[in-house]
């Protein structure tokens, strides 16, 4: 068989116990079939690794279901349709897709979603103007209940989510924005893009080094990370605070339970509410959300990060890279 009949992708090779490590992953070469009516195939140009498909890789029911292995991982993706047998998605359209971690993906037209090259660059559509967006919006304004003039606290602010609840936080009237970052350059990076205050949670307790950013306490947090930071944040959290928990990557390696947060006792007497949240309960946001962060771009008003690896190869470790906080903004793989 040619070449040009055949694709690359990455299967699960097996479940990771613990922290993913390169084994659990197969570069493989698949054949590549020509749409049928109604189908187009995309050459892949960017994927997304991010967080959540860690628990996609436990065989474990949750709200999306996990990975099977022996087969190609999927995620977001952007690229070029090649092919198409969709009049209505034709040949150079690009498009938006969760077929990632493959070269090309068939892929039914009404899988995908075109977008626009031209008002961002294609990476931005897994980024910025894509699913991390909507999450860093709806978060913060729907699941938080934001108010002008709230102190918002936020872990993992130099993430993909993180980075953009802050800023948003900012656009929005906050009264003060803090940021938690495992390095001191992401810290003077959340410092540039327009936080009040930000430190390293390897400098010492979390908890004392929030009260010290936040001497009159918080009124949002931002959860991307469990653990201690939400036990320093409910510490410090004011009255009817609340909390989007959005994210607990201190804990998606942990092979035992982990122990925080020990107060939440405190949550009675507070008055806080703790919202769990995930970004498909959310949609109705999206055209909001997407008008007003096309806005933001075009007015300068939000920056945004990305972490580029290149090569469908290199995918595997990107993921693992992300899970250890090796990215500033978003992880994508440039295939």
């Known amino acids: 068989m040619s070449q040009s009949t055949t694709t690359r992708r990455i299967v699960l090779a097996s479940r990771p116990q613990g922290a993913p490590a390169p084994g659990n992953f197969r570069l493989e ?3 590549l079939p020509a749409p049928e009516p109604g189908q187009v195939l995309v050459a892949n140009r960017w994927m997304s690794v991010d967080p959540y498909m860690r628990g996609r890789m436990n065989d474990a029911k949750s709200y999306v279901p996990p990975f099977r292995v022996d087969h190609p991982l999927d995620g977001g993706a952007v690229g ?4 198409s047998a969709a009049p209505e998605v034709p040949v150079g359209t690009t498009v938006l897709h969760g077929s990632g971690w493959r070269e090309h993906a068939l892929l039914e037209a009404s ?6 090259p031209d008002a961002a660059p294609a990476s931005a559509y897994l980024g910025v103007l894509g699913m991390p967006g909507l999450t860093a919006y709806a978060g913060l304004l729907g699941a938080a209940r934001f108010t002008p003039g709230d102190t918002v606290f936020v872990s993992g602010a130099a993430g993909a989510v993180g980075s953009l609840v802050g800023q948003i936080a900012r656009l929005s009237g906050a009264a003060r924005v803090i940021g938690s970052a495992g390095s001191p350059e992401k810290v003077a990076r959340l410092l540039e893009l327009g936080f009040d205050a930000a430190f390293d949670y390897h400098d010492g307790p979390v908890v004392e080094q929030l009260r010290a950013a936040a001497p009159e306490g918080i009124d949002v947090y931002f959860d991307n990370v ?6 320093a944040a409910i510490s410090v959290l004011n009255t009817r605070g609340r909390v989007c928990l ?7 390696n942990a092979t035992e339970p982990p122990a925080a947060p020990r107060n939440l006792a ?3 007497g507070k008055m806080l509410t703790l919202q769990g949240f995930l970004v498909g309960g959310w949609q109705d946001m999206a055209p909001e959300f997407r008008e007003r962060m096309t806005g933001w771009l075009a007015a300068g008003e939000i920056r945004w990060d990305q972490t580029v690896r290149e090569g ?6 990107a993921f693992i890279d992300l899970l250890e906080g090796a990215n500033t903004g978003k992880m994508v793989v440039a295939l």
């Open 312 to 317: 469908l190869e290199n995918a595997p470790q």
């Open 111 to 116: 899988a995908v979603t075109p977008v626009d």
């Open 80 to 83: 070029e349709v090649i092919a």
């Open 29 to 31: 070469e698949a054949e």
């Open 266 to 268: 405190l949550a009675i």
């Open 226 to 231: 469990g653990g201690e930071h939400l036990e």
């Open 246 to 252: 959005c994210g607990a990557i201190a804990q998606y």
